[in-house]
């Protein structure tokens, strides 16, 4: 076994038309990363988003921080994302809420932009990166579209010490992710792509927390409406994953990290 597993944009793109997208908001909310709301207006804060800013969210799902940074930040936010079904729920709801003047979305591949050179100030991502194949190429990408000196600002589930081949395997088949970057590993694909970094957080102790009370979420209150919508086996498959996470983040195995960086070269 590697500690990467075959899996392709299409097959996340694929099972977030369907279910996946689903469960996610059923137990993340609208926001579908780690610490909701609140954990988005404390990257944006630690980001130095301000109301002239032009924000790209890469992997903006279903557009709920979008939608907030342009709430709350009175910035313009493009989201981009590789599931058309995310993007169509995005801009409804985005144009629900009546921010379609300063949040939009656009079908896309995080590895190939479709952006010019110098298009931003902040390149965002929470909680998403983990789905990406190549993370050196994505960094790139984000550098490529970054104005001189912009900032970027990230959180993503990341790889600690002491997991075996056999045990990361069925976790990042779960997941549907095809590999995971290590806290190290991201600090220095910045850093030799020509970012500062100013912040590089282990977030692991918190994640864990989390991945225990998603389970608990789980198993007391979401488990008659999984299986009323997506029926028994898919709900055997979510607390058998979810659990599989879960004693692995208890061990410090896997966790979740943050970054801000600027742009310097
Ligand atoms: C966990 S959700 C993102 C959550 C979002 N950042 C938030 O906080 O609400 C993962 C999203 O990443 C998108 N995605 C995965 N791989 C991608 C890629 N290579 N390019 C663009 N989007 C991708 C999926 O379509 C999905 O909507």
Redesign the pocket.
Known sequence: MTRSIDIS?GD??D??SGAV?TL?EMV?G????IGGPLA?TELATMAGIENDSLVL??????????CQLARDFGCRVTG????PA?VEEATRRASAAGLDERVTFRL????DLPFRRSSFDIV??????????DKER?IREAGRVIKPGGTLAFTDWILNDGISDEELAPLLGFMLFPNLETRAGYTRLLEENGWEVTADLDMSRDFSLQLTRYLAMIREELRPEIIRRFGGEFYEAVEEGIACWEKASREGKVGRGLWVAKKTA
């Open positions: 944009v996340v793109s099972a977030y997208g996610w993340m609208e926001e579908i990363h988005t969210d890469i992997c903006s799902a279903l557009g709920g921080p979008a981009i994302d590789a599931t995310m896309g591949n995080a590895l965002w991502g929470q909680d998403a990166w983990c789905y990406v194949t994505l």
